[in-house]
């Protein structure tokens, strides 16, 4: 591959991932601002772990999705022995769970309204607290999408700066808090 080829692979490769670990102390007041309920929680893009550490260090039981494999192989180093199931997916493909669960997640900000129109699709969801692009999450409290969407309250949570991820991204992001009416 020339220079020019390689660079933009590394580009549409680091785009197309998403890219951005929260810090671990911006991770740590987003669990604990999620209202855990002694439920299983699954979250959706778990990167490298930076909220599944902290949902474990509460006493949940943890879901992490991830669909790098290198960062799911990781993710099952990192917790073996802890109650973490590591699943190596797509979000788009995922099985969800059947008993009640929540969501508290940093997903790719490209598969926002997708993973949102699902989440709310499905009976056994209780809450979810979602780390996103700021535009989209107010977007998404205006107008809610998805089948079953009146069932559910959405507002804005905390807000999180560029500088609370490393890589940071372009845009700030917020907490978007989807609650069971
Ligand atoms: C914004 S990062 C967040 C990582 C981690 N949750 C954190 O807060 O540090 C998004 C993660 O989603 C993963 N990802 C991207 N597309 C995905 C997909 N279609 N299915 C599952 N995971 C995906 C990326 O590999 C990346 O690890």
Sequence with gaps: MSGYGQRQHRRSTRRSWGWHPLQPE?????????????????????????????????????IAVELNRDRAAALRDRFAGDAVTVVRADIAELRWPRKPFQVVASPPYNLTTQLVRRLLSLPALHSADLVLQRAAAKRLVREPVGRHAGRYTFELGMSIPRKAFNPPPKVDSVVLRIRRR
Aim: charge should be neutral; glycine fraction near 16%; proline fraction near 3%.
């Design 26 to 62: 911006w991770a740590e007041s987003v669990v604990a601002s999620s209202d855990l309920g002694g439920r299983l929680v699954v979250d959706v893009g778990a990167g490298n772990g930076a909220l599944t550490e902290p949902l474990v260090r509460r006493g949940a039981r943890v």
